[in-house]
């Protein structure tokens, strides 16, 4: 399997353009998350995906962050529109069951800069 | 959710043993006990986790104590490539929120 792809890997844009990120979690993976990591704030949970079907988006910063899971095979990202300090890697990692009993395997993120 | 606490940062000899502590005193009964670690420039990556027993696989074992109020990874033989934030995460559900986990730096 080749693991959790994120597309692209490195992203830059200017602000106020829309930014879409991409993830395709290992086949036949039932829960998907995304995160944000920067220097200040560490490792962020956005939101998190069961069975497509979105659980909690406590974690998504603002109106401007929306996330999607049409299917069990792909979910987006999408900021819209984009500011400076959105710059962060943003990695998604699925896990094969739900549940707090089972390991959750990350893709190698997308580096977003703002400028 | 319940907390974690780990040292800002640790170091190791390279071909000794690590125990990497994580004190949870908040912790509720059916919280599971992850570690993660995250190499520079990857992503996280699972290393083990448990309940309430003692847990081994081929990258490290997890030693939980008996009122399971703080863990340990250990890593029995430390190598260059061991160094990387290890990160301990309690989970009750589904979600999965990372603190700011322990820096370990592997001294050749």
């Known amino acids: 399997d080749a693991g959790v792809i994120q597309s692209p890997r490195h992203e830059v844009t200017e602000m106020g353009q829309e930014v879409t990120l991409r993830c395709k979690p290992i086949s036949g993976h039932n829960s998907l998350f995304w995160y944000r990591q920067t220097m200040m704030r560490g490792l962020e949970l956005l939101i998190y995906?069961?069975?497509?079907?979105?659980?909690?988006d406590s974690g998504m910063p603002e109106d401007r962050f929306s996330a999607k899971m049409p299917n069990a095979s792909f979910s987006t990202l999408k900021i819209q529109p984009s500011e400076p300090r959105d710059s962060a890697v943003y990695f998604c990692?699925?896990?094969?069951?739900?549940?707090?009993?089972?390991?959750?395997?990350f893709g190698q993120g997308t580096r977003l800069t703002v400028v | 959710d319940a907390k974690t606490t780990q040292p800002n940062s640790m170091e190791s000899n390279e071909e000794e043993p690590v125990h990497l502590p994580c004190n949870h005193s908040t912790i509720s009964g059916t919280d599971y006990i992850h570690w993660y670690r995250q190499l520079p420039s990857q992503g996280p990556e699972y290393v083990i986790h448990?309940?309430?027993s003692n847990v081994n696989n081929r990258m490290a074992s997890l030693a939980i104590a008996e009122d399971r109020k703080s863990s340990t990874l250990i890593l029995h033989r430390a190598t260059l490539r061991d160094a990387a934030v290890y990160y301990c995460i309690l989970r009750r559900n589904n979600d999965m929120r990372f603190g700011a986990g322990t820096r370990l730096t592997v001294k050749p």
């Open positions: 990692a699925s896990s094969p069951a739900v549940g707090p009993n089972t390991e959750a395997f």
């Open positions: 448990g309940l309430t």
């Open positions: 995906f069961n069975n497509n079907v979105p659980i909690d």
